[in-house]
């Protein structure tokens, strides 16, 4: 008996994460457990207007690209954060060689070294993923080509005279 209730919750849980679906426009953002590239907790709350997402490399470059001389300025001035999916990188890569180098960037990078809490958000291969936020519903998804794109996207999303997003 107890391992037939066993089988079932697992063809349940399976059964969920099978069903799920890609974030769309419409869809409220779910709350995000990440920490940054030194270890501290990233706060996504509902007055974030922008998410910058990345799941490889090559829209990771985008984004390195587009933050890369005023990025820790420009996430705060227009209310944004940058999440990156590392789980596919080797744990032993990602400890000696990718972490050293994302701390020594000057923004913050929010990880998600499981790749669970970043599985719904949709993506397209060789290009980051900008998910415009309001009041933590999904407003619009762009996937821009160049770190112009990008930054013009991000720029665009944040309303005039908005307070930045406190980086504490």
Do not use: C, W
């Not at 391992?3 to 709350?31: D, I, W």
């Not at 907790?41 to 001389?69: H, Y």
């Amino acid at each position: 008996m107890t391992l037939a209730r066993a089988a079932l919750a697992a063809m349940l849980l399976f059964a969920g994460t099978a069903l799920a679906e890609p974030l769309s426009v419409g869809s409220k953002l779910p709350p995000l457990a990440l920490v940054d590239q030194h270890g501290k907790e990233v706060a996504i709350d509902p007055s974030l207007r922008a998410l910058i997402f990345s799941r490889e490399m090559t829209g990771g470059g985008i984004v390195k690209e587009a933050l890369a001389s005023q990025g820790a300025e420009f996430l705060e001035q227009h209310r944004a954060v940058y999440v990156s999916d590392v789980s596919r990188m080797p744990g032993v890569i990602r400890q000696a060689f990718a972490l050293p180098s994302l701390r020594r960037r000057d923004y913050r990078i929010a990880l998600d070294e499981s790749g669970e809490a970043t599985r719904d958000i949709p993506s397209v291969e060789g290009k980051p993923t900008l998910l415009v936020l309001d009041a933590g519903t999904i407003v619009s998804i762009a996937n821009p080509a160049s770190a112009e794109e990008l930054r013009a996207a991000v720029a665009a999303a944040s309303p005039a005279g908005l307070a930045p997003v406190s980086t504490e």
